[in-house]
């Protein structure tokens, strides 16, 4: 059974950091391209970033680029987000997903997804 399990959410300042984690589980972490994706209330889920398998390829949203860093640790199992110069409209719920594909932006090649966790930026 496949599990992503995200962890790192919380409240903090404008201009604050927070550093998001994904552990994951039953599957082959170094098999799976990683995402990132963002659901704002009352706004569809958006795409944030993503890494290959190998880390030699990333993918940002172009409102993140500059503040946000995607990294992982094939060793742990674990995807993060690095998250700096945070703005209020970063608040949202933060997802990450795993996909077989090669690294990619859209949803729809992602095939396992965690619960999520929640980002509140004060202004």
């Known amino acids: 059974q496949v599990q992503l399990v995200e962890s790192g959410g919380g409240l903090v300042q404008a201009g604050g950091s927070l550093r998001l984690s994904c552990a994951a589980s039953?599957?082959?972490?170094?098999?799976?391209?990683m995402g990132w994706f963002r659901q704002a209330p009352g706004k569809e889920r958006e795409f944030v970033a993503a890494i290959s398998w190998n880390v030699l390829i990333t993918y940002y949203h172009d409102s993140v680029k500059g503040r946000f860093a995607i990294s992982r640790d094939n060793a742990k199992n674990t995807v993060y987000l690095h998250m700096n110069s945070l703005k209020p409209e970063d608040t949202a719920v933060y997802y990450c997903?795993?996909?077989?594909?090669?690294?990619?932006?859209?949803?729809?090649?992602?095939?396992?997804w965690g619960q999520g966790t929640q980002v509140t930026v004060s202004s």
């Open positions: 039953g599957l082959t972490f170094s098999n799976y391209a």
């Open positions: 997903a795993a996909t077989r594909t090669a690294v990619v932006r859209s949803e729809k090649w992602y095939d396992y």
